[in-house]
């Protein structure tokens, strides 16, 4: 099974940008579609974006589209989130999951996750 760790979340001020990264533990990385999810607190756990296994194709929330930007490096075994024009919404903790199949916006659908990273958009 695929291992993920992700870093890069922070402090940042409203419009801001950040950028986050989720390393995988091996190769396999490769043929599982990813996905970033987010977490505020007392809310439940939201979809952010998704993108297949070659790359080809990416989903967004409709609450980050435009601002934020999903990618990945099967070579690198990384997964990135570049997260533009911040808001003070955007504070959640943010996880990456791994699933097998095609794209989805459902946790629940997902095998693997992360042990999450914070963002915290504030002046």
């Known amino acids: 099974q695929v291992q993920l760790v992700e870093s890069g979340g922070g402090l940042v001020q409203p419009g801001d940008s950040l950028r986050l990264s989720c390393a995988a533990s091996?190769?396999?990385?490769?043929?599982?579609?990813m996905a970033w999810f987010r977490q505020a607190p007392g809310k439940e756990r939201e979809f952010v974006a998704t993108i297949n296994w070659s790359g080809s194709s990416t989903r967004y929330s409709d609450s980050v589209k435009g601002r934020f930007t999903i990618s990945r490096d099967n070579n690198k075994n990384m997964l990135n989130l570049q997260m533009n024009s911040l808001k003070p919404e955007d504070t959640a903790v943010y996880y990456c999951?791994?699933?097998?199949?095609?794209?989805?916006?459902?946790?629940?659908?997902?095998?693997?996750w992360g042990q999450g990273t914070q963002v915290t958009v504030s002046s």
């Open positions: 091996d190769r396999t990385f490769r043929i599982y579609t």
């Open positions: 999951a791994a699933k097998l199949g095609t794209n989805s916006a459902e946790p629940a659908s997902y095998d693997y």
